[in-house]
T-cell receptor
Framework: DVKVTQSSRYLVKRTGEKVFLECVQDMDHENMFWYRQDPGLGLRLIYF???????EKGDIPEGYSVSREKKERFSLILESASTNQTSTYLCASSPLGYRDGNQPQHFGDGTRLSIL | DQQVKQNSPSLSVQEGRISILNCDYT??????FLWYKKYPAEGPTFLISISSIKDKNEDGRFTVFLNKSAKHLSLHIVPSQPGDSAVYFCAASASGNQFYFGTGTSLTVIP
């Protein structure tokens, strides 16, 4: 079974702090994603990556950056945390080019981040 | 602008009856559609998918219908069970790499 592991389930940080959220997948997937989930807004894509050292902006990249130094690891960085970044953050991975019958995105259990 | 929409934030159904969850999309380039189920404090798990060359896909109690002309898909759960109570997200993709998610529908199955 694909395993996507997020380093923290719950995290509390202060405004202005630099925050690192880590994600590791064990299925050699090319694609990795960071989403945030907010009530009434669903899952919104922050950044994704097709390969090591490659990254693409999603729908809401402002205030975030990412790092992918190794294929299995994708980090989300909040450069200077703000209260409006309080949310649940979900990491996902998938093989390159989903097609019918292939495995779709697999998600981690999420990190509930509170910025005080 | 939201490319995938789920207009019903919540739905309640009696156990044993049919649950119908709806999803609309705007991008005619989407060619794969997926449904995910999410329990509280867990990540979404894949439920069922359909490609644009089909109009129906069935997996046990779950059936997804696709109406391309209306840009509409629906998930039918028959019969509904209390364990089906969760938030359901539909998602769509054009490239097979980036996925666009709806806002979710919270399903409650009443015993």
């Amino acid at each position: 079974d694909v395993k996507v592991t997020q380093s923290s389930r719950y995290l509390v940080k202060r405004t202005g702090e630099k925050v690192f959220l880590e994600c590791v997948q064990d299925m050699d997937h090319e694609n990795m994603f960071w989403y945030r989930q907010d009530p009434g807004l669903g899952l919104r894509l922050i950044y994704f990556s097709y390969d090591v050292k490659m990254k693409e902006k999603g729908d809401i990249p402002e205030g975030y950056s990412v790092s992918r130094e190794k294929k299995e690891r994708f980090s989300l960085i909040l450069e200077s945390a703000s209260t409006n970044q309080t949310s649940t953050y979900l990491c996902a991975s998938s093989p390159l080019g989903y097609r019918d019958g292939n495995q779709p995105q697999h998600f981690g259990d999420g990190t509930r981040l509170s910025i005080l | 602008d939201q490319q995938v929409k789920q207009n019903s934030p919540s739905l309640s159904v009696q156990e044993g009856r049919i649950s119908i969850l709806n999803c609309d999309y705007t991008n005619s380039m989407f060619d794969y559609f997926l449904w995910y189920k999410k329990y509280p404090a867990e990540g979404p798990t894949f439920l069922i998918s359909i490609s644009s060359i089909k109009d129906k896909n069935e997996d046990g109690r779950f059936t997804v219908f696709l109406n391309k002309s209306a840009k509409h898909l629906s998930l039918h759960i028959v019969p509904s069970q209390p364990g089906d109570s969760a938030v359901y997200f539909c998602a769509a993709s054009a490239s097979g790499n980036q996925f666009y998610f709806g806002t979710g529908t919270s399903l409650t199955v009443i015993p």
